[in-house]
C-alpha cells in the first residue's frame, strides 16, 4: 500500500492529480470509482463463479489452438466412451503437440465428467482468493484510516474554528462584537443570551458527541477492531445479536489484533466519553430504545439535523448487520460490506461538508447582522467614513477617524494667523483712513469756527484753583514724563499753565528720568524774559531715583552717588510747594503716588495727562491723593486750539459712525455665523 | 523763519509723509521712518545715560578710591560686569544676581506701594462717599452723590465679584444661583464701560498728535503758498 500511496491519479474530470487512496477529486470533487479495481474482480464488482472456471476450461478446451477438428467432433458424440482409432489419430498428431497439453487432455478425459478437475480449480482458486481477500482487506482498513484521519484533521480544524468563534461563556464571537458597538442593547442581548446559552449547550454537545460517536459507531461496521467493541455494546442490550455475532465471529470475521481504545484522533483533541455523565438527550450511546426521541422542535435548524442522527445511530443499533452463517455468501457479504464502508465514508464526508457549510452559513449571517449594524449606525463626524474593511470597536474607529482627520488636515493650516492679510480689510481701512484725514484736513483747511466756551472739568477746575493759589517764590517741581508721540497733546494742555505760573512768579524745577524728555521738555520751558529756571535735571534710575531722593537720607560719610548728579539731593522735595506730573502714562502717575506721595502727605500733587489716562486717575483724584489734573483736550482761547477743536470734534465724529456701523456688521457677521452653525447642526 | 527751523520743518512734515504712507501698508518709506525714530532715539539715550549716569556716578567716584563712595560705586559695575556676561557666556546664573536683586527690590516696592497708595486711599474713598455731610445738604439729601456713592460701591463690589465668579468658572464650578451670574453680568457691564472710557481716551490722544501733525503740515504748505 505503500506504494498505492505514493502513486497519483489523475482525475478524468479535471486533470487534478490526487492521491491513489482518494475517493473524491480534491479539485472538483469527481468520485473516482476505478479506485478499488482488484484482480479476479470485474468492473462491476462481481467476482467470477465457479461456473465461469467451468467456462474458461471449456473454452479453454475447445480452442483451435489447443484441439483438431476430428476429437472435438468426436467429443461431442462420444464423450464418456474411449475409441481406439481415435488413439492411433492422437498418437499421430502427438509429435505436434506438446507434452503438457498431452497431460492435461488425459487427465480431462479421465476426471472430466466427475468435474474433479474443475473443484480443484476452485478450492485453488478459492485458496489464492482468500488471500488475497485479506491483503484486499488490509489495503482498504488502511485506506478508511487513511480517510478517518483527513477527516479527523478537517472535523479538528472546524473545532478550532467553533471554539474561537464562542467564548467561555458560549457566547458567539459576532455577537459580542455587537454588544460592544451596542451597549444600549447589551442587556437585552444577555437576556436573549440566557436563553439561547442553553441551545448552544446543547447544540455542542450534541453536534460534537454525536459527530465523534457517529463515526465511532459507523466506523465499527467496517472496522473489525472496532466492531468487537460496537458488539460489546449492542450485546448489552440486544443479547439475540449478541448470541449471533459471537458465533460468526468465531467463525467467519478475520480476527485483528487493534486496541480496544483504538481511534484516529489526535490525543490532544480526543475526548474520552464519559459515561459518569448524565444521559442527555440526543446521545445514542447512552440511549435507551424505549425512551422517545429527544424533542428538537425548539432548537434552530442546525440542532435538526441532530435528532435524525441519533436516529440513524439508533437504528443502527436496533438494525445491527446481519451476518449469515453460510460460507457461500461470505464473498458476497463481504462485497457488501465494503460497499457500505466506502458508502459510509461517504457520508462521512458529506456530513463534515454539510458541517462546514452550517458554519458557513452561520458566518455569513454574523457578518449580515455586522452590516446591519454598521447600518443602523450615525456617520461620523466628518463626512468622510472610515471604510470598515475590518470590524473595529468603537475607540478603535474613533482613532481611525482622529487619523484620517489628521490625514486630511495635512498640509493646511490649523493655527489663524494673527495678520493675515486681507485684500478687503485693508481696502476698507485705507478708506476709513482717507475719510478721517479728509475730515481732519478740511475742518483745518476751513479757518476757525465760533468760539467754543467748554466748561473745564472738576479735575482741571481744581488744578486752576491750586496753581493759582501758589505766591512768588514758591516752588514747583515739574516731573516730565512723557514720549514724542505725546508731546503734542502735553505740550498743549501743560504749555499755558507753566506759563501762568511764571507770570505769577513761582519758581519752576523740571525733572525727569527719561532721556527723550530731556529736549522735548525745552518746548516746555518759560521764555528766558521771565528770568526763571531753564534747565531740566536727569534723575537716573526712573522711580528708584525718585524714591532714592525723596525717601532717603544723606548719610554721614559723604554723599551718595545719586546726590552727586542731583543737585540738592536728598533735598529735592523738602523746598517744594507743589509737584505737577506731565506724563502721558497712567502708570507713572499711579506710582508717584503710591511710592512717592506718601512720603510727603501735606505736599500737594498735580498731573497734566493725555485724554488716555483721564479715566484711570480719575479715582485718584476722587479720593483726594491728588489735587487737580487736567487731562485730554482741554479747549481754550486762540484761532489755532479753535480750529483744532473742530477737527478734534469731527475727527471724533467719524469715529463714532464708523464704530456704530462696525458694530452693526459684527453683530450681522454673527448672526450669520450663529445660522450657519445651526444649519450644519 | 530762519533756514535751520525751515529745514527742521520739512524734515519734520517728510518723516510724517512717511509715517503716513503706512496706511498703504508696510513700506520703505514708513521702514525708514521708524528706523530713523528709534536709532535716533536709542543715540540719543546711550549718549545721555554714558554723559549723565556712567560717567559721574560710577566712573567718577573711582578716583576717590578706597573711600566709601568708591566702594559703593563697584557694586553697580559688579552688577554690569554679571549683567554683560550673560552675554558671552550661555549660562544666565550670573546676570540673576542682579536681576533677582531689582525684581525683588521693585515686588517689595509694589506690594507696599499698592497697600499703602491705592488699596487703602480707594476704600477710605468709598467709604467717605457715605459721609453724611456728603450726602446731606442743608438738610435735604443729596440724591446727586448718594447715586454716585451707591454706584461707586455697586461697581467695586460687582468688578471683584465677576473676577471671583470668572476663577470659578474656569474651575468648572457651577454657581448655584442665577443672581450670582447676573451680578457678575453687572461687574461685566463696569469694566467695559472703563475699557471704553480707556479706548475712547486712546483715540482721542492718538487724533490729537494727527491734528497736530496734519496742522504743521498745513502751516508748512501755507508757508508756500
Not at chain 1, 501735606?602 to 489734573?629: C, H, N, R, V
Not at chain 2, 568708591?70 to 549660562?91: G, H, N, Q, R, Y
Request: hydrophobic residues 40%; negative net charge.
Amino acid at each position: 500500500m505503500s506504494e498505492l500511496a505514493d502513486q497519483l491519479r489523475t482525475c478524468p474530470n479535471c486533470g487534478q492529480q490526487n492521491a491513489m487512496h482518494s475517493l473524491k477529486c480534491i479539485r472538483c470533487g469527481e468520485v473516482l470509482e476505478d479506485l478499488f479495481v482488484f484482480d479476479d474482480i470485474d468492473a462491476d464488482g462481481q467476482e467470477p463463479t465457479p461456473e465461469s472456471i467451468s467456462g474458461v476450461l471449456a473454452s479453454l478446451n475447445e480452442n483451435d489452438l489447443l484441439t483438431d477438428q476430428t476429437e472435438t467432433e468426436s467429443s461431442d458424440t462420444t464423450e464418456s466412451q474411449p475409441i481406439e482409432g481415435d488413439e492411433e489419430g492422437r498418437s499421430g498428431d502427438a509429435s505436434q503437440t506438446p507434452d503438457w497439453l498431452e497431460r492435461v487432455r488425459e487427465r480431462t478425459r479421465k476426471e472430466d465428467p466427475s468435474g474433479e478437475m474443475v473443484k480443484g480449480g476452485q478450492a485453488m482458486d478459492k485458496r489464492r482468493a482468500a488471500g488475497e481477500r485479506s491483503q484486499v482487506d488490509q489495503a482498504f482498513d488502511e485506506v478508511i484510516q487513511r480517510i478517518r484521519e483527513q477527516s479527523e484533521k478537517e472535523r479538528k480544524k472546524t473545532r478550532k474554528m467553533e471554539t474561537n468563534l464562542v467564548d467561555e461563556d458560549g457566547v458567539p464571537e459576532w455577537l459580542r462584537r455587537i454588544r460592544e458597538l451596542h451597549p444600549a442593547h447589551e442587556q437585552d442581548a444577555k437576556q436573549v443570551l440566557t436563553g439561547s446559552q442553553d441551545e448552544n449547550f446543547d447544540d455542542e454537545w450534541t453536534d460534537e458527541e454525536l459527530q465523534e460517536l457517529l463515526r465511532r459507531e459507523i466506523g465499527d461496521e467496517y472496522n473489525p477492531g472496532e466492531q468487537t467493541v460496537f458488539t460489546n455494546l449492542t450485546s448489552s442490550n440486544n443479547p439475540e445479536i449478541a448470541e449471533d455475532q459471537s458465533e460468526e465471529e468465531s467463525e467467519s470475521l478475520p480476527k485483528y489484533e487493534i486496541p480496544r481504545d483504538f481511534h484516529n484522533i489526535p490525543d490532544d483533541d480526543f475526548d474520552e466519553p464519559d459515561n459518569t455523565k448524565p444521559t442527555k438527550p440526543g446521545n445514542p450511546e447512552l440511549l435507551d430504545k424505549n425512551e422517545d426521541p429527544p424533542e428538537t422542535d425548539n432548537e434552530g435548524p442546525d440542532i435538526e439535523a441532530e435528532p435524525e442522527t441519533g436516529m440513524e445511530v439508533q437504528n443502527l443499533l436496533e438494525t445491527p448487520p446481519d451476518f449469515e452463517d453460510e460460507e457461500s455468501e461470505q464473498p458476497e457479504e463481504e462485497e457488501n460490506e465494503e460497499k457500505f464502508s466506502i458508502t459510509e465514508s461517504d457520508q462521512i464526508e458529506n456530513e463534515l461538508e454539510e458541517h462546514a457549510d452550517e458554519l458557513l452559513l452561520e458566518r455569513e449571517e454574523s457578518e449580515q447582522a455586522e452590516d446591519r449594524e454598521k447600518k443602523s449606525l450615525k456617520p461620523l463626524s466628518t463626512e468622510e467614513q472610515v471604510v470598515p474593511d475590518l470590524l473595529l470597536l468603537r475607540d478603535q474607529r474613533d482613532r481611525a477617524q482622529v487619523l484620517t482627520n489628521i490625514i486630511e488636515q495635512e498640509g493646511h493650516r490649523t493655527i489663524p494667523v494673527l495678520h493675515e492679510k486681507n485684500r478687503q480689510s485693508k481696502l476698507g481701512r485705507l478708506i476709513l483712513a482717507l475719510l478721517l484725514l479728509a475730515g481732519v484736513i478740511i475742518s483745518l483747511v476751513l479757518g476757525p469756527g465760533e468760539d467754543l466756551n467748554l466748561p473745564l472739568s472738576q479735575p482741571a477746575g481744581a488744578l486752576q484753583e491750586k496753581t493759582a493759589k501758589l505766591q512768588t517764590g514758591d516752588v514747583v517741581l515739574v516731573v516730565l514724563d512723557y514720549q514724542a508721540a505725546t508731546s503734542s497733546e502735553i505740550e498743549e494742555l501743560a504749555k499755558p499753565v507753566l506759563d501762568a505760573l511764571s507770570h505769577q512768579g513761582v519758581s519752576l524745577r523740571f525733572v525727569t528720568s527719561q532721556p527723550v524728555d530731556l529736549w522735548l521738555g525745552e518746548e516746555l520751558l518759560p521764555s528766558n524774559d521771565t528770568g526763571f529756571a531753564v534747565k531740566i535735571e536727569f534723575i537716573p534710575g526712573g522711580l528708584l531715583g525718585y524714591l532714592t531722593l525723596t525717601a532717603g537720607s544723606s548719610p554721614d560719610w559723604g554723599m551718595t552717588p545719586i546726590e552727586r548728579v542731583v543737585s540738592d539731593g536728598t533735598k529735592l522735595l523738602d523746598e517744594t510747594s507743589l509737584v505737577m506730573i506731565i506724563s502721558d502714562s497712567p502708570d507713572f502717575v499711579r506710582n508717584w503716588l503710591e511710592q512717592i506721595s506718601p512720603w510727603h502727605p501735606d505736599l500737594p500733587t498735580l498731573a497734566i495727562s493725555t485724554s488716555l489716562s483721564e479715566a484711570l486717575i480719575l479715582p485718584y483724584f476722587e479720593s483726594g491723593q491728588l489735587s487737580g489734573f487736567l487731562a485730554g483736550h482741554p479747549g481754550g482761547e486762540g484761532q489755532n486750539q479753535q480750529a483744532n477743536q473742530r477737527a478734534w470734534q469731527v475727527g471724533m465724529l467719524i469715529m463714532m459712525v464708523v464704530l456704530i456701523l462696525g458694530m452693526i456688521t459684527k453683530a450681522e457677521a454673527d448672526a450669520a455665523v450663529k445660522d450657519e452653525g445651526h444649519n450644519h447642526a | 523763519m530762519p533756514d535751520l527751523n525751515l529745514l527742521l520743518t520739512l524734515a519734520g512734515v517728510v518723516l510724517s509723509l512717511m509715517v503716513f504712507s503706512y496706511l498703504l501698508g508696510d513700506n520703505l518709506f514708513f521702514g525708514i521712518a521708524m528706523y530713523l525714530l528709534a536709532g535716533v532715539s536709542a543715540g540719543y539715550t546711550a549718549v545721555v545715560l554714558v554723559t549723565r549716569v556712567i560717567i559721574p556716578m560710577m566712573i567718577m567716584p573711582l578716583a576717590d578710591f578706597p573711600q566709601i563712595p568708591a566702594l559703593l560705586a563697584l557694586v553697580p559695575i559688579l552688577f554690569s560686569i554679571l549683567l554683560l556676561s550673560a552675554m558671552f557666556t550661555k549660562s544666565s546664573k550670573p546676570a540673576g544676581l542682579p536681576l533677582g536683586f531689582l525684581a525683588g527690590l521693585l515686588a517689595a516696592l509694589s506690594i507696599a506701594g499698592i497697600a499703602r497708595g491705592t488699596l487703602a486711599p480707594q476704600l477710605l474713598s468709598i467709604v467717605n462717599s457715605f459721609d453724611p455731610q456728603l450726602v446731606v445738604s442743608e438738610g435735604l439729601p443729596n440724591w446727586t452723590a448718594i447715586f454716585e456713592a451707591f454706584m461707586m460701591l455697586l461697581g467695586v463690589i460687582a468688578v471683584l465679584f465677576y473676577f471671583h465668579h470668572r476663577s470659578k468658572t474656569k474651575n468648572n464650578l457651577q454657581s448655584p444661583d442665577l443672581w450670582l451670574d447676573g451680578f457678575s453680568g453687572v461687574g461685566q457691564v463696569f469694566i467695559g464701560i472703563t475699557f471704553g472710557a480707556v479706548f475712547v481716551g486712546l483715540f482721542g490722544t492718538a487724533l490729537t498728535a494727527l491734528i497736530a501733525s496734519l496742522n504743521r503740515i498745513i502751516d508748512f504748505v501755507r508757508l508756500w503758498l
